[in-house]
């Protein structure tokens, strides 16, 4: 990858206004665009689990996205959890 290339599907005056705009940001609106775009990837993630797994109510839903994002490990201590909280 050459330096300062950061994309194989943008041109690089697309890129360089793109850049442009993010430098001209405020850090608060970075932080607010960062927060939206990760809010839109996770939901898109979910969408997919509900697609593929259309069987699974919203609970399993949530509890295959931890098993698949951050391991099975977490994702059993939490299913421990809400079962002792329900117990």
């Given at each position: 990858m050459t330096a300062g290339v950061y994309t194989t599907d943008t041109s690089p005056e697309?890129?360089?206004v793109q850049l442009e705009?993010?430098?001209r940001m405020t850090p608060q609106d970075?932080?607010?665009q960062m927060c939206a775009m990760s809010r839109q990837v996770r939901n898109m993630a979910l969408d997919a689990i509900r697609r593929r797994h259309p069987d699974l109510d919203e609970s399993?839903?949530?509890l295959l996205f931890i098993?698949?994002?951050y391991g099975k490990p977490l994702a059993d201590d939490v299913r421990r959890w809400k079962a002792e909280r329900l117990a």
């Open positions: 697309a890129q360089a705009c993010l430098r970075r932080i607010r399993e839903v949530q098993e698949l994002t």
